[in-house]
C-alpha cells in the first residue's frame, strides 16, 4: 500500500513543530545538522520519542515509496549514457535506509 507522502509530511511536521522542536533546546538552523535519530536521542520523555520515531519512520518510508516510484529505468540511463544520474538516486535511497536503520535500531517504536 503506497503512504500518501503529503499526508504523512504533514503529520510529521505538525507534531514535530507543536511537540518536538520545543523540547529540542536548538535553533531553526541546528535542527539541519541532528539527523532522526540524533533528535530521537535528545527527547527525554518515552512517549513523545516513541510517536516521534514512529512518525519519522513512516516519514522515510513514504519518502522512499515515492522516490523508487520515479526512478528511472537503469538500462534507459545506461543507454543514454546517464550513469551518474541513477548513481544520485542510489545515493538517496540508501540516505533514506540509513536514516531509517538509525531509528530502527534504537528500539522504543
Do not use: C
Amino acid at each position: 500500500m503506497k503512504t500518501d507522502l503529503q499526508t504523512v509530511q504533514r503529520d510529521y511536521n505538525s507534531y514535530f513543530d507543536s511537540t518536538v522542536f520545543p523540547l529540542l533546546n536548538v535553533t531553526r538552523e541546528a535542527i539541519d545538522e541532528l539527523s532522526f535519530a540524533e533528535m530521537a536521542d535528545r527527547i527525554e520523555q518515552s512517549n513523545i520519542r516513541r510517536t516521534f520515531r514512529k512518525l519519522a519512520i513512516t516519514l522515510l518510508e513514504a519518502n522512499l515509496q515515492d522516490h523508487q516510484a520515479d526512478r528511472p529505468s537503469a538500462l534507459a540511463l545506461l543507454k543514454a549514457g546517464n550513469w551518474q544520474e541513477l548513481k544520485d538516486w542510489q545515493e538517496f535511497s540508501f540516505i533514506l535506509e540509513k536514516a531509517l536503520a538509525a531509528l530502527l535500531a534504537q528500539g522504543d517504536t
